[in-house]
């Protein structure tokens, strides 16, 4: 990847976005804003996301939003419900291709959410379950082209989750094997058209791998830690 093609794109971005707003007389865009005073949960938002049916969800601190252009439905944790909302703080979320919302939490887990029957399953830390989630702290999701989950956490790798049969992988480092997954914690991770999965963060050397699933193999690709992954219709990955 060409670093320094990076900025050179923003900049021509806007160079040519305030040279069309001067030549069309533009009007600036307008923003509306929607806080907790109109429903939403929390005012720190951490992800957003449009579904299929065009609503819009808002991942917060203090719960999951969803926004239908009037008002907000809103799910949060509730102890006496174990249907609903693991922990409240969610870190990020992803819709499967099968309609399921995928959420990560910073200390309940891995959830699902189906909203035809508005129920969320939970995947959790036992520690005397070694098949279980190795980590409460979810910090980045997604899905491969059979619809498998994965999950990346702060300090425990990360997880492979099947939904049609509930059975969890895990991949951790492990420093007596020098083919074993390189991250202890992870920050993104990206699934590209080729289906490589791309992964950033830390653990013995921090950076940015490309893995491939089928061999078990990863590639160094660059120390960058990457909050977020993402390819363009080029095939560019851009970190």
């Known amino acids: 990847m ?16 305030i040279d069309g707003y001067a030549q069309l007389n533009a009007r600036p865009p307008l923003f509306r804003h929607l806080g907790m005073d109109e429903g939403l949960t929390e005012q720190v938002i951490t992800d957003i996301h449009r579904d299929h049916l065009g609503f819009m969800w808002f991942s ?29 703080f969610v870190h990020r979320f992803i819709e499967a291709k099968n309609g399921l919302l995928w959420i990560g939490t910073y200390a309940g887990g891995l959830n699902s959410f189906d909203p035809r029957t508005n129920k969320f399953r939970r995947y959790t830390h036992n520690s005397e379950d070694s098949l279980s ?72 050397i921090k950076g940015t ?6 061999s078990g193999t990863s590639e160094f690709i660059h120390g960058i830690v990457a909050q977020k992954i993402l390819e363009d219709k080029t095939c560019r990955i851009w970190l």
Do not use: C
């Open 60 to 88: 917060t601190q203090g719960g999951l939003n969803k926004y239908d252009g009037y008002r907000f439905t809103t799910y949060t944790y509730d102890a006496s419900d174990t249907n609903s909302l693991s922990d409240n």
């Open 133 to 204: 989630i190795g980590s409460n702290d979810v910090r980045t999701i997604a899905e491969s082209k059979d619809g498998k989950i994965f999950a990346g956490t702060f300090d425990a790798g990360m997880y492979e989750l099947d939904p049609a049969t509930g059975k969890i992988k895990s991949h951790r480092y492990d420093p007596k094997d020098t083919t074993s997954f390189p991250l202890i914690t992870v920050w993104a991770l990206m699934f590209d058209s080729r289906g490589n999965l791309w992964v950033s963060g830390n653990g013995k």
């Open 2 to 17: 060409n670093l320094f093609r990076i900025p050179i794109v923003l900049i021509s971005f806007l160079v040519i976005t």
């Open 209 to 214: 791998f490309k893995i491939d699933l089928k």
